[in-house]
Protein backbone atom coordinates (compact mmCIF):
# COMPACT_ATOMS: atom_id res chain seq x y z
CA UNK A 1 0.00 0.00 0.00
CA UNK A 2 2.54 2.43 1.13
CA UNK A 3 4.60 1.68 -1.89
CA UNK A 4 1.24 2.15 -4.30
CA UNK A 5 0.66 5.90 -2.20
CA UNK A 6 4.12 6.65 -3.14
CA UNK A 7 3.70 5.55 -6.88
CA UNK A 8 0.22 7.96 -7.03
CA UNK A 9 2.14 10.75 -5.24
CA UNK A 10 5.39 10.53 -7.92
CA UNK A 11 2.48 10.37 -10.66
CA UNK A 12 0.74 13.23 -9.56
CA UNK A 13 4.21 15.33 -8.49
CA UNK A 14 4.84 14.47 -12.84
CA UNK A 15 1.09 15.37 -13.87
CA UNK A 16 1.80 18.93 -12.03
CA UNK A 17 5.12 19.39 -13.48
CA UNK A 18 3.81 18.56 -16.61
CA UNK A 19 1.19 21.21 -16.21
CA UNK A 20 2.80 23.74 -15.14
CA UNK A 21 5.55 23.04 -17.93
CA UNK A 22 2.35 23.67 -20.61
CA UNK A 23 1.89 26.41 -18.64
CA UNK A 24 5.19 27.79 -19.37
CA UNK A 25 5.44 27.13 -23.03
CA UNK A 26 2.32 28.51 -23.34
CA UNK A 27 3.24 31.87 -21.31
CA UNK A 28 6.36 32.30 -23.67
CA UNK A 29 4.57 31.07 -26.91
CA UNK A 30 1.94 34.62 -26.15
CA UNK A 31 5.33 36.14 -25.51
CA UNK A 32 6.83 35.52 -28.46
CA UNK A 33 5.47 38.00 -31.59
CA UNK A 34 6.25 35.60 -34.60
CA UNK A 35 5.59 32.02 -33.98
CA UNK A 36 9.11 29.90 -34.32
CA UNK A 37 7.88 28.57 -37.58
CA UNK A 38 7.41 32.26 -39.13
CA UNK A 39 10.31 33.72 -37.82
CA UNK A 40 12.32 30.76 -39.19
CA UNK A 41 10.87 31.22 -42.43
CA UNK A 42 11.35 34.83 -42.65
CA UNK A 43 15.23 34.74 -41.53
CA UNK A 44 15.23 31.61 -44.04
CA UNK A 45 13.77 33.57 -46.88
CA UNK A 46 15.62 36.44 -46.46
CA UNK A 47 19.05 34.73 -46.03
CA UNK A 48 18.19 33.54 -49.64
CA UNK A 49 17.22 37.12 -50.62
CA UNK A 50 20.60 38.56 -49.58
CA UNK A 51 22.35 36.26 -51.47
CA UNK A 52 20.95 36.84 -54.48
CA UNK A 53 21.37 40.16 -53.93
CA UNK A 54 25.27 39.87 -53.88
CA UNK A 55 27.49 40.51 -56.60
CA UNK A 56 30.93 38.96 -56.28
CA UNK A 57 34.03 40.10 -57.34
CA UNK A 58 34.19 39.35 -61.11
CA UNK A 59 30.66 38.89 -61.54
CA UNK A 60 28.07 40.58 -63.62
CA UNK A 61 24.28 40.37 -62.91
CA UNK A 62 22.47 37.48 -64.49
CA UNK A 63 20.58 38.62 -67.49
CA UNK A 64 21.71 42.05 -67.29
CA UNK A 65 25.52 41.92 -69.49
CA UNK A 66 25.65 45.22 -70.54
CA UNK A 67 26.32 46.49 -67.07
CA UNK A 68 29.34 44.59 -66.72
CA UNK A 69 31.24 42.88 -63.95
CA UNK A 70 31.93 44.10 -60.57
CA UNK A 71 35.32 45.55 -61.36
CA UNK A 72 35.65 47.20 -57.04
CA UNK A 73 37.46 44.69 -55.69
CA UNK A 74 34.91 42.94 -53.14
CA UNK A 75 31.15 42.31 -52.64
CA UNK A 76 28.68 44.54 -53.89
CA UNK A 77 25.09 43.72 -52.85
CA UNK A 78 22.23 45.47 -54.66
CA UNK A 79 18.67 45.83 -54.09
CA UNK A 80 17.23 42.83 -55.10
CA UNK A 81 18.02 39.00 -56.33
CA UNK A 82 16.37 39.45 -59.90
CA UNK A 83 16.70 41.68 -62.92
CA UNK A 84 16.14 45.13 -60.95
CA UNK A 85 18.72 48.03 -59.89
CA UNK A 86 21.58 47.03 -61.37
CA UNK A 87 24.30 48.88 -59.36
CA UNK A 88 24.93 49.19 -55.37
CA UNK A 89 22.55 51.40 -53.77
CA UNK A 90 23.84 52.92 -50.68
CA UNK A 91 19.88 53.48 -49.02
CA UNK A 92 18.47 49.81 -49.32
CA UNK A 93 22.39 47.95 -48.01
CA UNK A 94 22.11 50.16 -45.30
CA UNK A 95 18.79 49.84 -44.40
CA UNK A 96 19.39 46.13 -44.50
CA UNK A 97 22.29 45.96 -41.73
CA UNK A 98 20.22 45.37 -38.94
CA UNK A 99 19.39 42.31 -40.20
CA UNK A 100 22.60 41.02 -39.19
CA UNK A 101 22.68 39.14 -42.59
CA UNK A 102 26.45 41.02 -44.12
CA UNK A 103 29.60 39.76 -43.11
CA UNK A 104 32.29 42.37 -41.69
CA UNK A 105 34.39 41.78 -44.65
CA UNK A 106 31.53 43.03 -46.83
CA UNK A 107 30.42 45.64 -45.01
CA UNK A 108 34.05 47.17 -44.81
CA UNK A 109 34.32 47.14 -48.02
CA UNK A 110 31.19 48.85 -49.33
CA UNK A 111 31.59 51.60 -45.96
CA UNK A 112 35.20 52.28 -47.76
CA UNK A 113 33.96 52.66 -51.54
CA UNK A 114 31.11 54.58 -50.53
CA UNK A 115 33.66 57.37 -48.41
CA UNK A 116 35.98 57.26 -51.58
CA UNK A 117 33.03 58.28 -53.82
CA UNK A 118 32.04 60.87 -51.69
CA UNK A 119 31.83 63.76 -54.08
CA UNK A 120 35.43 66.35 -52.95
CA UNK A 121 34.22 69.25 -55.69
CA UNK A 122 30.91 70.83 -55.69
CA UNK A 123 30.10 70.76 -59.43
CA UNK A 124 26.81 71.03 -61.69
CA UNK A 125 25.42 68.93 -63.83
CA UNK A 126 24.59 69.06 -67.70
CA UNK A 127 21.20 68.72 -66.27
CA UNK A 128 21.22 71.94 -64.28
CA UNK A 129 21.70 70.12 -60.62
CA UNK A 130 23.71 70.74 -58.25
CA UNK A 131 26.02 68.27 -56.24
CA UNK A 132 27.35 69.44 -53.46
CA UNK A 133 31.19 69.33 -51.45
CA UNK A 134 30.60 66.05 -49.38
CA UNK A 135 27.36 64.42 -50.84
CA UNK A 136 27.28 60.48 -51.09
CA UNK A 137 26.30 58.73 -53.78
CA UNK A 138 22.70 57.70 -54.33
CA UNK A 139 23.96 53.88 -55.96
CA UNK A 140 27.36 53.62 -57.60
CA UNK A 141 27.99 51.75 -61.02
CA UNK A 142 29.40 47.79 -60.62
CA UNK A 143 32.04 48.07 -63.40
CA UNK A 144 33.14 51.48 -63.25
CA UNK A 145 32.79 52.42 -60.03
CA UNK A 146 31.36 55.76 -60.98
CA UNK A 147 29.13 57.52 -58.49
CA UNK A 148 25.46 58.52 -59.43
CA UNK A 149 24.20 61.19 -56.95
CA UNK A 150 20.77 61.19 -58.28
CA UNK A 151 18.13 58.84 -59.12
CA UNK A 152 16.57 58.07 -62.39
CA UNK A 153 19.52 57.04 -64.27
CA UNK A 154 22.87 54.86 -64.85
CA UNK A 155 24.84 57.74 -66.96
CA UNK A 156 27.32 59.69 -65.05
CA UNK A 157 26.88 62.44 -67.72
CA UNK A 158 23.34 62.44 -68.14
CA UNK A 159 22.20 62.63 -63.89
CA UNK A 160 21.27 65.38 -62.13
CA UNK A 161 17.58 66.26 -64.47
CA UNK A 162 15.21 68.63 -62.10
CA UNK A 163 12.23 65.98 -62.10
CA UNK A 164 14.49 64.17 -59.73
CA UNK A 165 15.18 67.35 -57.51
CA UNK A 166 17.96 70.05 -57.69
CA UNK A 167 20.33 68.27 -55.17
CA UNK A 168 21.08 64.64 -54.54
CA UNK A 169 18.57 63.30 -52.01
CA UNK A 170 19.19 64.01 -48.33
CA UNK A 171 18.83 60.42 -46.70
CA UNK A 172 21.84 59.14 -48.23
CA UNK A 173 24.08 61.14 -46.19
CA UNK A 174 22.74 60.20 -42.83
CA UNK A 175 22.84 56.22 -44.31
CA UNK A 176 26.27 56.78 -44.97
CA UNK A 177 26.44 57.69 -41.03
CA UNK A 178 24.65 54.17 -40.29
CA UNK A 179 26.68 52.41 -42.82
CA UNK A 180 30.06 53.08 -40.46
CA UNK A 181 28.49 53.25 -37.08
CA UNK A 182 27.32 49.72 -37.70
CA UNK A 183 30.54 48.53 -38.71
CA UNK A 184 32.32 49.83 -35.80
CA UNK A 185 29.89 48.33 -33.13
CA UNK A 186 29.86 45.77 -34.79
CA UNK A 187 33.54 44.65 -34.60
CA UNK A 188 35.47 47.10 -32.28
CA UNK A 189 37.44 48.44 -35.10
CA UNK A 190 36.77 52.23 -34.12
CA UNK A 191 40.58 52.89 -35.33
CA UNK A 192 38.98 52.96 -38.68
CA UNK A 193 37.34 55.83 -38.02
CA UNK A 194 40.95 57.94 -37.91
CA UNK A 195 42.23 55.57 -41.51
CA UNK A 196 42.65 58.56 -44.34
CA UNK A 197 40.36 57.32 -46.97
CA UNK A 198 41.41 59.55 -50.35
CA UNK A 199 43.11 61.92 -48.26
CA UNK A 200 40.85 62.31 -45.22
CA UNK A 201 39.88 60.61 -42.14
CA UNK A 202 36.82 58.32 -42.59
CA UNK A 203 35.03 60.66 -39.12
CA UNK A 204 35.93 63.56 -40.89
CA UNK A 205 34.21 62.04 -44.02
CA UNK A 206 31.36 61.30 -41.56
CA UNK A 207 30.84 64.47 -40.05
CA UNK A 208 30.87 66.43 -44.14
CA UNK A 209 28.15 64.10 -45.08
CA UNK A 210 26.40 64.79 -42.42
CA UNK A 211 26.47 68.74 -42.67
CA UNK A 212 25.11 68.23 -46.53
CA UNK A 213 21.49 68.64 -46.45
CA UNK A 214 20.31 71.70 -46.21
CA UNK A 215 18.84 72.44 -42.38
CA UNK A 216 16.93 74.78 -40.18
CA UNK A 217 19.84 76.61 -38.23
CA UNK A 218 17.54 76.69 -35.31
CA UNK A 219 16.58 73.41 -34.84
CA UNK A 220 18.41 71.24 -37.24
CA UNK A 221 15.33 70.46 -39.08
CA UNK A 222 16.50 69.54 -42.89
CA UNK A 223 14.24 70.95 -45.25
CA UNK A 224 13.99 72.58 -49.24
CA UNK A 225 12.15 74.63 -51.28
CA UNK A 226 10.37 74.47 -54.61
CA UNK A 227 12.89 75.70 -56.34
CA UNK A 228 16.06 73.86 -54.93
CA UNK A 229 14.51 70.81 -53.87
CA UNK A 230 16.43 67.28 -52.53
CA UNK A 231 14.51 64.06 -52.48
CA UNK A 232 13.52 63.64 -48.98
CA UNK A 233 13.81 59.85 -48.98
CA UNK A 234 14.86 57.55 -51.97
CA UNK A 235 11.76 55.30 -51.57
CA UNK A 236 9.77 57.96 -52.36
CA UNK A 237 11.71 60.08 -55.09
CA UNK A 238 9.37 60.18 -57.57
CA UNK A 239 7.00 62.10 -55.22
CA UNK A 240 7.56 65.75 -54.84
CA UNK A 241 7.55 66.72 -51.37
CA UNK A 242 9.08 70.44 -50.10
CA UNK A 243 8.97 72.57 -46.75
CA UNK A 244 10.74 70.87 -43.15
CA UNK A 245 11.04 67.24 -44.49
CA UNK A 246 9.69 64.52 -42.15
CA UNK A 247 11.60 61.60 -42.88
CA UNK A 248 14.77 63.44 -43.56
CA UNK A 249 14.50 64.72 -39.95
CA UNK A 250 13.95 61.24 -38.32
CA UNK A 251 17.29 59.83 -40.32
CA UNK A 252 19.23 62.69 -39.30
CA UNK A 253 17.90 62.23 -35.22
CA UNK A 254 19.33 58.79 -35.66
CA UNK A 255 22.57 59.39 -37.69
CA UNK A 256 22.88 62.50 -34.63
CA UNK A 257 23.02 60.13 -31.66
CA UNK A 258 25.26 57.52 -33.97
CA UNK A 259 27.70 60.15 -34.64
CA UNK A 260 28.04 60.85 -30.78
CA UNK A 261 28.80 57.44 -30.11
CA UNK A 262 31.33 57.58 -32.91
CA UNK A 263 33.19 60.86 -31.40
CA UNK A 264 32.85 59.07 -27.67
CA UNK A 265 34.99 56.21 -29.42
CA UNK A 266 37.48 58.22 -30.46
CA UNK A 267 37.39 60.51 -26.63
CA UNK A 268 36.24 63.60 -28.55
CA UNK A 269 34.03 64.56 -26.17
CA UNK A 270 32.98 67.98 -26.98
CA UNK A 271 31.92 66.75 -30.63
CA UNK A 272 29.76 64.15 -29.02
CA UNK A 273 28.02 66.11 -26.90
CA UNK A 274 27.19 68.55 -29.61
CA UNK A 275 25.61 65.52 -31.67
CA UNK A 276 23.50 64.36 -29.02
CA UNK A 277 22.37 67.77 -28.40
CA UNK A 278 21.45 68.06 -32.06
CA UNK A 279 19.48 64.68 -31.57
CA UNK A 280 17.75 65.97 -28.21
CA UNK A 281 16.45 69.74 -30.40
CA UNK A 282 15.82 67.19 -33.38
CA UNK A 283 13.44 64.84 -31.18
CA UNK A 284 11.96 67.64 -29.70
CA UNK A 285 10.87 69.96 -32.45
CA UNK A 286 9.74 66.65 -35.00
CA UNK A 287 6.67 66.17 -33.06
CA UNK A 288 6.02 69.84 -32.53
CA UNK A 289 6.09 70.83 -36.66
CA UNK A 290 5.09 67.48 -37.90
CA UNK A 291 2.52 66.04 -35.60
CA UNK A 292 -1.42 66.14 -36.42
CA UNK A 293 -4.64 65.98 -34.41
CA UNK A 294 -4.67 61.93 -35.06
CA UNK A 295 -1.54 61.68 -33.86
CA UNK A 296 0.21 61.05 -37.92
CA UNK A 297 3.19 63.00 -38.54
CA UNK A 298 2.95 64.90 -41.95
CA UNK A 299 5.73 64.39 -44.60
CA UNK A 300 6.09 67.93 -45.01
CA UNK A 301 4.75 71.46 -44.63
CA UNK A 302 5.18 72.29 -48.12
CA UNK A 303 4.11 70.16 -50.95
CA UNK A 304 2.64 66.77 -49.84
CA UNK A 305 1.57 67.76 -46.52
CA UNK A 306 0.57 64.45 -45.81
CA UNK A 307 -0.03 62.38 -43.18
CA UNK A 308 3.03 59.85 -43.71
CA UNK A 309 2.49 56.20 -42.45
CA UNK A 310 5.95 55.07 -42.94
CA UNK A 311 7.60 57.71 -41.16
CA UNK A 312 4.94 58.11 -38.19
CA UNK A 313 5.90 54.14 -37.64
CA UNK A 314 9.72 54.67 -37.35
CA UNK A 315 9.90 57.69 -35.38
CA UNK A 316 8.00 55.71 -32.83
CA UNK A 317 10.11 52.74 -33.08
CA UNK A 318 13.28 55.51 -33.41
CA UNK A 319 11.55 56.36 -29.61
CA UNK A 320 11.08 59.92 -31.29
CA UNK A 321 7.65 59.27 -29.97
CA UNK A 322 6.66 58.58 -27.26
CA UNK A 323 4.33 58.08 -24.33
CA UNK A 324 0.58 59.39 -25.03
CA UNK A 325 2.38 60.76 -28.27
CA UNK A 326 3.18 57.27 -29.34
CA UNK A 327 0.03 55.95 -27.90
CA UNK A 328 -2.28 58.00 -30.11
CA UNK A 329 -0.19 56.99 -32.99
CA UNK A 330 -0.43 53.35 -32.54
CA UNK A 331 -3.74 53.82 -32.27
CA UNK A 332 -4.73 55.88 -34.93
CA UNK A 333 -2.36 53.07 -36.86
CA UNK A 334 -4.45 50.37 -35.34
CA UNK A 335 -7.98 51.65 -36.39
CA UNK A 336 -6.94 52.53 -39.75
CA UNK A 337 -5.96 48.87 -40.16
CA UNK A 338 -8.94 47.59 -39.35
CA UNK A 339 -10.92 49.46 -41.36
CA UNK A 340 -8.61 47.83 -44.04
CA UNK A 341 -7.13 51.61 -45.08
CA UNK A 342 -3.06 50.84 -44.39
CA UNK A 343 -2.59 47.40 -45.47
CA UNK A 344 -2.92 45.02 -48.38
CA UNK A 345 -1.43 40.96 -47.35
CA UNK A 346 0.47 42.15 -44.49
CA UNK A 347 1.96 45.01 -46.68
CA UNK A 348 1.78 48.61 -46.10
CA UNK A 349 0.99 51.99 -48.13
CA UNK A 350 3.04 55.38 -47.89
CA UNK A 351 -0.24 57.04 -46.89
CA UNK A 352 -3.71 55.50 -45.51
CA UNK A 353 -6.19 54.86 -48.45
CA UNK A 354 -8.23 57.45 -46.64
CA UNK A 355 -5.96 59.77 -46.50
CA UNK A 356 -5.24 60.09 -50.65
CA UNK A 357 -4.51 63.79 -51.99
CA UNK A 358 -7.42 63.38 -54.66
CA UNK A 359 -8.96 60.42 -56.88
CA UNK A 360 -6.14 60.41 -59.41
CA UNK A 361 -3.42 60.16 -57.01
CA UNK A 362 -2.33 59.12 -53.59
CA UNK A 363 0.59 61.82 -52.53
CA UNK A 364 -0.11 65.77 -53.54
CA UNK A 365 2.46 65.25 -56.42
CA UNK A 366 4.35 62.36 -58.34
CA UNK A 367 5.72 61.25 -61.30
CA UNK A 368 3.73 57.79 -61.34
CA UNK A 369 0.07 56.95 -61.80
CA UNK A 370 -2.07 56.30 -58.44
CA UNK A 371 -1.96 52.68 -56.98
CA UNK A 372 1.57 51.87 -58.45
CA UNK A 373 5.15 52.12 -57.28
CA UNK A 374 5.87 54.58 -54.55
CA UNK A 375 2.33 56.77 -55.17
CA UNK A 376 -0.24 53.87 -53.75
CA UNK A 377 1.02 50.71 -53.72
CA UNK A 378 1.82 48.22 -50.59
CA UNK A 379 5.14 47.74 -49.42
CA UNK A 380 6.98 44.95 -46.81
CA UNK A 381 9.72 47.61 -46.01
CA UNK A 382 7.48 49.38 -43.25
CA UNK A 383 5.79 46.38 -42.24
CA UNK A 384 8.27 45.66 -39.08
CA UNK A 385 8.14 49.63 -38.02
CA UNK A 386 4.18 49.75 -38.17
CA UNK A 387 3.90 46.26 -36.34
CA UNK A 388 5.64 47.38 -33.49
CA UNK A 389 4.28 50.99 -33.60
CA UNK A 390 0.53 48.69 -33.11
CA UNK A 391 1.94 46.17 -30.83
CA UNK A 392 2.28 49.15 -28.21
CA UNK A 393 -1.83 49.43 -28.27
CA UNK A 394 -2.44 46.19 -29.51
CA UNK A 395 -0.41 43.08 -29.55
CA UNK A 396 -2.63 40.73 -30.90
CA UNK A 397 -3.47 43.06 -33.83
CA UNK A 398 0.10 43.73 -34.90
CA UNK A 399 0.41 39.85 -34.23
CA UNK A 400 -2.63 39.44 -37.26
CA UNK A 401 -0.82 42.17 -39.66
CA UNK A 402 2.58 40.33 -38.91
CA UNK A 403 1.34 36.96 -39.70
CA UNK A 404 -0.49 37.91 -42.93
CA UNK A 405 2.66 39.33 -44.18
CA UNK A 406 4.49 36.28 -43.50
CA UNK A 407 1.43 34.23 -45.52
CA UNK A 408 2.34 36.43 -48.29
CA UNK A 409 5.65 35.51 -48.31
CA UNK A 410 5.09 31.97 -47.89
CA UNK A 411 1.83 31.96 -50.52
CA UNK A 412 4.45 34.05 -53.28
CA UNK A 413 7.58 32.56 -51.98
CA UNK A 414 10.30 33.24 -55.51
CA UNK A 415 12.15 29.85 -54.49
CA UNK A 416 9.19 27.73 -55.80
CA UNK A 417 10.09 28.79 -59.21
CA UNK A 418 10.76 31.58 -61.74
CA UNK A 419 6.64 33.02 -61.71
CA UNK A 420 6.87 33.91 -58.44
CA UNK A 421 8.66 36.62 -56.78
CA UNK A 422 7.85 37.38 -53.14
CA UNK A 423 9.41 39.45 -51.76
CA UNK A 424 7.97 42.23 -54.53
CA UNK A 425 9.18 45.52 -53.90
CA UNK A 426 5.58 46.40 -54.13
CA UNK A 427 2.00 45.64 -55.16
CA UNK A 428 -1.21 46.56 -55.51
CA UNK A 429 -3.76 43.71 -55.46
CA UNK A 430 -4.71 42.45 -58.36
CA UNK A 431 -2.30 42.79 -60.78
CA UNK A 432 0.15 44.93 -60.15
CA UNK A 433 3.50 43.66 -58.72
CA UNK A 434 6.89 45.48 -59.11
CA UNK A 435 10.88 44.15 -58.84
CA UNK A 436 10.55 40.53 -57.42
CA UNK A 437 13.36 38.86 -54.60
CA UNK A 438 13.73 42.62 -53.17
CA UNK A 439 15.76 43.06 -50.79
CA UNK A 440 14.48 45.54 -48.09
CA UNK A 441 10.82 43.70 -47.99
CA UNK A 442 12.23 41.30 -45.68
CA UNK A 443 15.57 42.90 -44.11
CA UNK A 444 13.63 45.47 -42.50
CA UNK A 445 10.59 43.28 -41.11
CA UNK A 446 13.03 40.97 -39.87
CA UNK A 447 15.58 43.15 -37.84
CA UNK A 448 12.35 44.82 -35.91
CA UNK A 449 11.05 41.37 -35.51
CA UNK A 450 14.15 40.10 -34.42
CA UNK A 451 13.67 42.80 -31.63
CA UNK A 452 10.30 41.84 -30.94
CA UNK A 453 10.87 38.43 -30.64
CA UNK A 454 13.19 39.03 -27.72
CA UNK A 455 10.87 41.57 -25.64
Same mark, same amino acid.
Given at each position: ??????????????????????? *?? !??????????????????? #?? @????????????????????? /???? &????????????????????? +????????????????????????????? &?? #????????????????????????IYFPGTYSYD??????? /???????? !? =? +????????? #????????????????????????????????????????????????? =??FRDAVVITGD???????? =????? %????? =????????????????????KKTVPEIFLD?? /?????????????????????????? $??????????????????????????? #??? *???????????????? $?? @???? +? !?????????? /????????????????????????????????????????? %??????? +??????????????????????? !?
Amino acid at each position: MKTKFLSLITLGVILNLHSAKSQ *IT !QVKEKSIFLSVSDYEFLEG #IT @KDVVEKSRIYPGHSIKGMPDF /GSNN &TGGTLIKPGGRDCYPSFWIRD +YAMSLESGLITPAEQKHMLILTASKQCDQ &TW #ITKGGSLVPLGAIADHIRIDDGLPIYFPGTYSYDRQGEKKW /GMFPPYDD !Q =F +YFVHMAYNY #IKSTSEFKLLLNEINGMRLIDRLELAFKVPPARMNNHIVYCNDNFRGVD =FGFRDAVVITGDLCFSSILK =FRASN %ELSEL =FELINDKDKAENYRAIAIKIKKTVPEIFLDQR /GMLLASTGKSRQADVWGTALAVYLNI $LEGADSERAGTFLTDEYKKGNLASDGN #IRH *ILNCDDFSDTTAWEVS $LV @KKNT +Y !QNGAYWGTPT /GWVCYAIAKVDYPQAQKLANEYVAELRKNDFRKGDEFGAPY %ECFYPPG +YKQNPVYMTSVTCPLAVFKTMNK !Q
